[in-house]
């Protein structure tokens, strides 16, 4: 029941994200890292960039430490699936069977903005597809393990590279809907780079992981979305395409099963 399109540094191990809990203690290793770390240095440091450094190291220490647990799993089976800010997370498309993730990579655009492409890809392993969950852009600095309340403004940052996911009044190569992108340096950019977190069901006061989501554009009002109908191949990319047989993500004005994600895996901050 899809809509249709209207005009409309080398990476560390990958880890298997899917093992059951209890086969090592990594998940409290990552927890207990994140909570002694981030008191003691958000009083001694000087400014909220700082600040945000310091937790962008502390998700990549804790890939790390998903890579030395070969069926590490950053979910607990007991606790309640909550989005959290300073969780690294992985979201997926579901209109296209939840098999392609969002995914972002050093390399800019060769048209529109020029700033660094953000696609989805099928490989659920790569780290390029883990995003750092934090505060909207100018809001205040929400705390680590906080769930994320339904119609908040967050950021989303890339924890490879550190630029923010991104939208503008700039048209997307594809599918001629709006342009999404990565921009900023060491998580801050502007007013585009904030969305706010739009829950499909109405009763939920926090951002659920597994549940299906929205995220809409603080300053143009589009959704985030994707489709297979929107893909790059050689005929529109070229042979030697970096992005090839990945999707193009964009910004749509319509609220449909293009703009649906869910948030499946991840290393998640919990209290």
Same mark, same amino acid.
Do not use: Y
């Given at each position: 029941h899809s809509s249709s399109l209207n005009s409309t540094r080398p990476p560390p191990p990958s880890s298997n994200f899917s093992g059951r809990a209890g086969h090592c203690d990594c998940d409290k290793r990552i927890t207990t890292f994140a909570r002694r770390v981030a008191p003691s240095t958000s009083s001694i440091i000087a400014s909220s960039l700082q600040y945000e450094n310091i937790m962008i190291s502390i998700l990549r220490v804790a890939v790390c430490l998903l890579v030395l647990c070969s069926h590490a799993n950053a979910f607990d089976d007991d606790e309640e699936k909550l989005v959290t800010c300073?969780?690294?997370?992985?979201? *997926?498309?579901?209109? *296209? +069977?939840g098999k392609y993730y969002l995914h972002s990579a050093n390399a800019q655009m060769g048209s529109g903005s020029g700033q660094q492409v953000v696609t989805m890809v099928e490989d659920r392993s790569a780290v390029g597809g #883990?995003? #750092?969950?934090?505060?909207?852009? +100018?809001?205040?600095?929400?705390?680590?393990a906080e769930p994320i309340p339904c119609g908040r403004r967050i950021r989303l940052t890339h924890l490879e590279t550190s630029v923010n996911l991104h939208s503008h #009044?700039?048209?997307s190569p #594809?599918?001629?809907?709006?342009?999404?992108?990565?921009?900023?340096?060491?998580?801050e950019g502007d007013s585009g780079d904030s969305w706010i977190v739009a829950c499909t069901n109405k009763n939920d006061k926090y951002w659920k992981r597994n549940e299906k989501v929205r995220l809409q554009h603080g300053d143009t009002s589009k959704y985030l979305g994707a489709s297979d109908q929107a893909k790059y191949t050689q005929q529109n990319c070229g042979s030697r395409c970096p992005i090839l047989n990945q999707l193009e993500t964009f910004g749509r004005t319509h609220e449909d099963n293009m703009s649906l994600f869910k948030v499946e895996l991840g290393v998640h901050l919990s209290k």
């Open positions: 300073g969780s690294a997370i992985k979201m *997926t498309h579901v209109d *296209t +069977g #883990l995003w #750092l969950v934090r505060e909207g852009h +100018g809001e205040p600095q929400c705390k680590p #009044l700039v048209k #594809l599918s001629n809907q709006q342009e999404v992108s990565g921009f900023g340096s060491d998580g």
